[in-house]
């Protein structure tokens, strides 16, 4: 399979290549074709050509091949994932809808290119802040794709959540099913665990403290990605590469009926409107994604989706010019 990612020579490029070269993404018996981009500039491209080697050098069996390019309808041929990070991070006290000028114009010409030249079936996952608003620049780009190919990343708010709920009731991660996110990846995004149990019992009712949910459990996923900027001085990047390869991974090889989160243009479900890029409960079947339905929806998780989606909604009026 061929895998296109954007910003390859970049912070998350250098923890994802290698992991998808060693079949995290896609499976450990499925050989990958890596095709990269980068900006045209002389400094990223040699960086590029550093990260190459690096890539080489690590002689994973599943490796077919790896490309460098600085032009999108190359790097973009034929590709069966494509994942677009390559955006600008931003810095201690920035919101990320505040790259939207910076990096909107990137989503539109990609967007256009996956549409002229990649496969028919190509998933994409944007990782490039502000990610759902980006994600659906692209969507609205590639009208002869299917929307639904189109995706944003949600899943580190998920992982995140799942981090300091299974720290919270003093569980594995691993015994935390049916937890997930809505809505923008951002500081508005609503983790809700109403429905999420652990070992089977209610993650809610071993909890059992609104106050905790809304004073420290939802501020603390969602100011996670500035906490991270803070302490680092740089955006977050392992933990960025890995949500990605998560979110991909269970998209290709399916969730085995389990829930999980992904930001997808919405089919109208709990009445968000058609086409916004939001994170929804999803399960994943045969390379198909389908939102989980008939959760009921309660006063405090109704304020909480309306905001992060009049959040969006403020995303997409800014980049109507983009978009037609
Ligand atoms: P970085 O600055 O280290 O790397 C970005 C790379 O992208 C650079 O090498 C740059 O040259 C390249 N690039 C810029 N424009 C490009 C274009 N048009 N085509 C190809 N490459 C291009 O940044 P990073 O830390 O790797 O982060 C990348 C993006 O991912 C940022 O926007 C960041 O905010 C975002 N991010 C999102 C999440 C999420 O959960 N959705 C998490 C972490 C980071
Ligand atoms: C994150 O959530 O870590 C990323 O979106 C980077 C950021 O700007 O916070």
Redesign the pocket.
């Known amino acids: 399979m061929r895998v296109a990612v954007?910003?390859a020579?970049?912070?998350?490029?250098y923890s994802l290549l290698f992991r998808i070269a060693n079949g995290d993404l896609l499976g450990k018996d499925q050989p990958v074709i890596l095709q990269l981009?980068?900006?045209p500039?002389e400094k990223?491209q040699k960086a590029l050509k550093g990260v190459i080697m690096e890539v080489d050098d690590c002689a994973f069996p599943l490796l077919a091949g790896i490309t460098a390019h600085s032009d999108p309808m190359t790097a973009f041929k034929d590709v069966d994932v494509a994942l677009l990070?390559?955006?600008?991070?931003?810095g201690p006290g920035m919101e990320?809808k505040d790259?939207l000028e910076a990096?909107a114009q990137?989503f539109t010409v990609q967007g256009k290119a996956l549409d002229a030249v990649a496969s028919r079936n190509v998933k994409v996952l944007v990782?490039?802040?502000p990610?759902n608003t980006n994600a659906y620049i692209a969507m609205k780009s590639a009208p002869n794709l299917p929307a639904k190919n189109f995706t944003a990343?949600l899943r580190?708010d998920h992982n995140r959540a799942l981090s300091q709920v299974a720290a919270k009731i003093g569980k594995p991660v691993s015994a935390i099913e049916k937890l997930f996110v809505w809505g923008n990846?951002s500081p508005t995004m609503y983790a809700d665990y109403r429905y999420a149990t652990a070992d089977g019992a209610s993650v809610k009712d071993l909890i059992n403290d609104q106050v905790w949910n809304k004073d420290v459990f939802l501020p603390t996923v969602g100011k996670r990605?500035a906490a991270i900027i803070e302490a680092r001085g740089?955006?977050?990047?392992a933990s960025?590469a890995n949500?990605a390869i998560d979110h991909v991974r269970d998209w290709v090889l399916g969730t085995n009926g389990k829930w999980t989160t992904m930001g997808v243009p919405s089919d109208g479900s709990y009445g968000i409107p058609e086409g916004t890029m939001f994170g929804f409960p999803v399960t994943t079947e045969n390379g198909e994604y389908k939102i989980v339905q008939g959760l009921e929806i309660d006063e405090f998780s109704q304020e909480r989706i309306n905001i992060t989606l009049k959040e969006l909604q403020e995303e997409r009026d800014g980049v109507k010019h983009l978009v037609g």
């Open positions: 954007t910003g020579a970049g912070q998350i490029g981009l980068e900006i500039d990223a990070v390559g955006a600008r991070p931003r990320r790259l990096n990137i990782v490039g802040n990610a990343m580190l990846h990605g740089l955006s977050s990047a960025a949500a």
